[in-house]
């Protein structure tokens, strides 16, 4: 008798353990959940974002989870976050401007080129149809696929390589979008850009700031507007041969 209650005592403490984890783990996401809140709301509503999708989805997608866990505390806030060797998560407001630039529609196919922690293809994905996303760096390509998997975005491929030669197979792209800076626009990129595309860059010094660039393919020719100053960490590759 006096063994099974002390049994039942240890099931009913095992069972108090969980419930009290499972809260503590409720209640970080309703904070991380609140703090995305008001990102949309401060960082990109009030900084001039108003494409209606772009915001939405930006109030999903859990910056949070595309960190490691030291920065997690810091995932709403407006700036750039390291994700390792060197390079860096682009902060909320670039990433919503460069979505919101590109005009994205629910059956377009989109190319990335610097896969990073992934968010930014994540974002893209739940906008367009089918993102392709090429990392130059094989441990980042690695994770950010496992990232995504793990978060269910089903429709995105990561692969790892030079994305300076696009993605001849899955050519051609509604929407381009670089997430390095680039002293030129590949022209193996503007080849697979769809007539009508859009494609968003940094163009300039890879060691200073460039200009956020949208060109739109007409007539075989880039239509070229020139958006505000941004600070990308450089493309690396066959871009920056002479
Ligand atoms: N979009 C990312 C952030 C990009 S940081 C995110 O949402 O987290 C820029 C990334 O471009 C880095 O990971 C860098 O390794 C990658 N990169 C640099 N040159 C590249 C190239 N030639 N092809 C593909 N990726 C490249």
Known sequence: MIVSF???????????????????????????AHMRQQMVLWDLRGRGIKDPGVLSVMGKVPRHLFVDAAYRDQAYGDHPLPIGEGQTISQPYVVALMTEALRLGPHDRV??????????????????????????????ADKAAKTLADLGY???????????FG???EAPFDAIIITAAANHI?????????????????????AYLQTLTLATKRKGELDVEQLCPVAFVPMKGEVQKP
């Open 154 to 164: 089903r429709n995105v491929t990561v692969k790892s390589g030079d994305g300076y």
């Open 186 to 206: 590949p022209p193996p990129l503007i080849k697979q850009l769809k007539e009508g595309g859009r494609l968003i860059v940094p163009l300039g010094s890879t």
């Open 167 to 169: 993605w001849e197979s």
């Open 111 to 140: 190319l990335e080129i610097g896969t990073g922690s992934g968010y930014q293809a994540a974002v893209l994905s739940q906008i367009a149809k089918e993102v392709y996303t090429i990392e130059i760096r094989r441990s980042l």
């Open 6 to 32: 002390k049994i039942a005592l240890r099931v009913l403490a095992f069972f108090l353990v969980i419930l009290h984890l499972s809260a503590a783990c409720s209640f970080a996401e309703d904070q991380f």
